[in-house]
């Protein structure tokens, strides 16, 4: 059967990460942070931030600003939300595929909520992707088989007539194991080949 659901990750194949480990040291140094003390903070809390149930100001207050700083809040996170850059070769892709009207676009991302929705904004997916999924809105980080299942029901999409894009080889294998057909995300030329070898044109030609 054709396919009918592309679910594209977001950190590294739209756009750079919300906010990876090179984007913490970088803040580490640009605030004058303790980087050991702060990694070790953020790995406490890097999941709950992920999955909902904790908002980047918590996040902030138990990684950041559990003791007095010369700096606010706002200034943290304005540096974060600076880290977020698009990839506009991929977005364009996801844009053709979009004209195309014969496959519902979706994103599958791990990410805060706060990020997402700041990213999803900045980097104009808003009018390409039909649906907006994150492990922060339904609670549970890829590679658990529940995302999947999740993402699945929420779009009433089957496995077997859908392509998962992820940059990352173990949420990709979380993807196959369920059925799912899968790109394991490199560049944009690679992703446009086996796109076409799933059987999704990106021609929006219909003869």
Not at 15 to 33: I, P, Q, V
Not at 39 to 50: D, K
């Amino acid at each position: 059967m054709a396919i009918t659901h592309a679910f594209f990750d977001i950190g590294c194949v739209l756009g750079t990460n919300g906010w990876d480990r090179n984007d913490r040291k970088e803040a580490a140094a640009a605030f004058k942070l303790d980087l050991e003390e702060y990694s070790r903070h953020h790995e406490e809390v890097i999941r709950p931030l992920e999955e909902g149930s904790m908002t980047l100001d918590q996040y902030l207050d138990r990684t950041v600003f559990f003791r007095p700083r010369s700096f606010t809040p706002e200034d943290f996170k304005k540096f974060m939300y600076a880290q977020s850059k698009a990839f506009p070769e991929t977005i364009a892709i996801a844009r053709e595929l979009a004209l195309t009207r014969r496959v519902r676009l979706c994103t599958a991302s791990n990410e805060a909520d706060e990020l997402t929705r700041y990213r999803i904004r900045l980097f104009g997916l808003i009018g390409i992707f039909d649906t907006f999924l994150a492990s922060c809105w339904i609670g549970v980080r890829k590679p658990a088989a529940d995302f999947y299942h999740r993402i699945l029901a929420i779009t009433a999409a089957r496995a077997e007539d859908s392509v998962f894009i992820d940059d990352r080889e173990e949420n990709v294998a979380g993807a196959k194991a369920l059925g799912f057909h899968v790109i394991h995300f490199e560049s944009p030329d690679q992703l446009r080949r086996e796109l076409d070898q799933v059987g999704v044109q990106l021609n929006s030609q219909t003869g």
